[in-house]
């Protein structure tokens, strides 16, 4: 998916320049011509980047860039040259760069690249760097994390086809990139395929291509995923998903390492790494009969188990703080720990949705925390029930503090429904229904 950037300016030649600029580079971009029409983009949709003049009619990109990072957007105000400490006061506010005019297509392209990169960086949370770094993105050191680590650097190099075990949330997609990294084919692309997300059909030219006209829609010939791979990993990821079809067609890419694409008679040789994730047990779905058992024994010529995080709760703590850390950095907050009872109850609970359920629940208390603990208050009610609130007359109804979450959410989300229904993990349209059955009232 394309990044998204919004400009903001109303000077049209400004707009001109910068949105040719980016559109060349690939990125999709919107215009606003003042500070209003901004301000009913950013609440309309979502965006990655916010190019903001500062001088506009209406509402000046100051009162915009308030909108902007209360929503966590990266922002980079355009200034007039003569106005530059405008513009850096604006960045003691939260923007990240600026612009001064007159300036160059080189200068939008590059400041621009840096904030997206950076985004990428927080994202697929790779921080590695070549080999001088060892296992910088993974927080835990329990032995068996430990273990883990062993693993990775011991087969990452062989190349070999690997299965990766774990419950969903554990980091399954996190080993993977990590034994990409750390392998010889690490400049390679790593390719990230999710088998349950694609109809079957679409898989199958996805990944072997096909030749123009293969079929209905086949305009164009196009390469598949082991090409575009090539001296790369692919990563299977919920391989059990997989069509018993398809399963011997992999099957046989794994076993003759090369492919036809459909519609097509010639055969390409591949070389591509082959990681595959699985979060159900693969040696019970092949008792099962639902997955071949020639391919899963192709599949886990090593296989990594990932424990549950309920296995390995010495690592909530720097997990926990690790996150944080994170999360303070994309809001722009403050937040330096959590209470004793919050810590103790994060310990206590049984994490059906492991890491990545932890992480999302320190999203959402970080957005949500005015001070600078994080307090039970902003636990969803699941961990919440595992701290003892003495003394309290009254217990409030589930409704009630789902309404009151909503509530919240879309104050500290002012009133963007999209960004709020992300933060609350539901769709949009649930939460207008919601936001009607409540009787919520919205922010302005
Ligand atoms: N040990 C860890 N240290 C830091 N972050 C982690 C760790 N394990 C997982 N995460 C974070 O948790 C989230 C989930 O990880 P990832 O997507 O790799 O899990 P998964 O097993 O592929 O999940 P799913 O089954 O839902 O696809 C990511 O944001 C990842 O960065
Ligand atoms: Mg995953």
């Not at 903001?52 to 105000?77: C, Q, R, S, W, Y």
């Not at 088998?195 to 199958?204: D, N, S, V, Y």
């Not at 164009?220 to 082991?226: A, P, Q, R, V």
Request: aromatic share 6%; net charge negative; glycine share 8%.
């Amino acid at each position: 998916m394309p990044y998204k950037i919004l400009i903001a300016d109303d000077e049209p030649d400004t707009l001109d320049l910068c949105s040719k600029v980016l559109k060349k580079e690939g990125y999709e971009v919107l215009m606003a011509k003042d500070g209003i029409d901004a301000v009913k983009a950013i609440e309309r949709e979502p965006f990655d980047l916010l190019l903001l003049d500062i001088k506009m009619p209406g509402k000046n990109g100051m009162e915009v860039l308030d909108e902007a990072t209360a929503i966590g957007l990266d922002t980079v105000m355009i200034t007039a040259y003569s106005s530059v400490e405008t513009a850096v006061e604006a960045m003691k506010k939260g923007a990240r760069d600026y612009l001064a005019k007159p300036f160059t297509s080189a200068e939008v392209r590059s400041v621009v690249e840096r904030i997206i990169s950076h985004q990428m960086l927080l994202r697929t949370e790779s921080h590695f760097d070549g080999e001088a770094e060892r296992f910088e993105s993974f927080v835990g050191n329990t032995p068996s994390m430990q273990g883990l680590y062993r693993t990775i650097e011991t087969i990452a190099e062989t190349g070999c086809t690997v299965l990766i075990e774990g419950e969903s949330g554990t980091g399954k997609e996190m080993v993977a990139r990590a034994i990409h990294q750390k392998s010889p084919s690490k400049d390679g692309p790593f390719i990230p395929i999710n088998c349950g997300a694609i109809p079957e059909t679409l898989l199958e030219s996805e990944l072997f291509g096909h030749t123009k006209g293969a079929f209905t829609g086949a305009v164009e010939s196009k390469k598949g995923l082991f090409e575009a791979a090539s001296n790369g990993t692919l990563f299977f990821d919920e391989i059990a998903e997989m069509s018993p079809a398809l399963q011997v067609k992999l099957l046989r890419v794994l076993q003759d390492r090369e492919v036809r694409p459909v519609g097509g008679t010639e055969i390409k040789k591949v070389d591509v790494r082959i990681v595959a994730a699985t979060n159900k047990e693969l040696s019970r779905e092949v008792a099962e009969g639902n997955f071949r058992d020639d391919l899963f024994y192709r599949l886990s010529v090593i296989s990594i188990r990932i424990p549950p995080l309920r296995e390995r709760k010495d690592d909530i703590p720097a997990l926990v703080h690790h996150f944080i850390n994170k999360y303070n950095k994309l809001y722009s907050r403050e937040v330096s720990g959590a209470a004793e009872q919050v810590m103790k109850s994060l310990k206590e609970y049984h994490w059906p949705g492991n890491v990545r359920e932890l992480e999302n629940v320190i999203e959402r208390a970080v957005i949500l925390e005015k001070g600078k603990m994080i307090t039970p208050k902003n636990l969803s009610t699941g961990i919440k029930g595992r701290i003892r609130e003495s003394g309290q007359g009254h217990h409030k109804t589930l409704q009630e503090r789902e309404r009151e979450y909503i509530e919240t959410v879309l104050k500290a989300a002012k009133g963007n429904r999209t960004k709020a229904a992300e933060i609350l993990g539901i769709g949009r349209r649930t939460l207008y229904d919601k936001i009607i059955a409540y009787g919520i009232k919205e922010p302005e």
